[in-house]
């Protein structure tokens, strides 16, 4: 069950934003990656628009602010389904080979395909 729940949660990927700073934020996104005009890079966990900036939660947990007119670009992350998909195919497919060889290990250890006529 962990292992189908971790591979399903990193089926994400940053997808740039179309929309201007402020209105990416105003949809609640629970991390913001914002890209600066000198090219640097910050995550901001749980972001929210403060006078003329964006704040948040670093991810080592530090209060971070961006001014609006230092952001070049906004990404979100986003679940693409495709990825989902192979990932819970996999994660079957791998549970179901499991099964497969321990019951071959079991019936080699315990002669049940022997057939007694």
């Not at 934020?25 to 403060?50: F, G």
């Not at 001014?67 to 994660?91: C, E, M, N, Q, Y």
Request: net charge positive; charged share 15%.
């Amino acid at each position: 069950m962990l292992i189908a729940y971790l591979s399903c949660t990193a089926c994400t990927s940053w997808r740039m934003n179309t929309l201007s700073p402020q209105p990416a934020v105003e949809s609640h996104p629970r991390a913001l990656k914002v890209t600066r005009t000198d090219s640097s890079q910050v995550i901001l966990n749980d972001p929210s628009l403060q006078g003329d900036s964006i704040v948040g939660m670093s991810p080592r947990y530090m209060h971070v602010g961006v001014p609006l007119d230092s952001i070049a670009t906004t990404h979100t992350r986003r679940t693409s389904a495709v990825k989902t998909v192979f990932a819970v195919i996999g994660v079957g497919a791998a549970a179901f080979a499991a099964l497969v060889i321990g019951f071959l290990i079991h019936c080699n250890q315990t002669a049940c395909f022997d057939v007694q006529r």
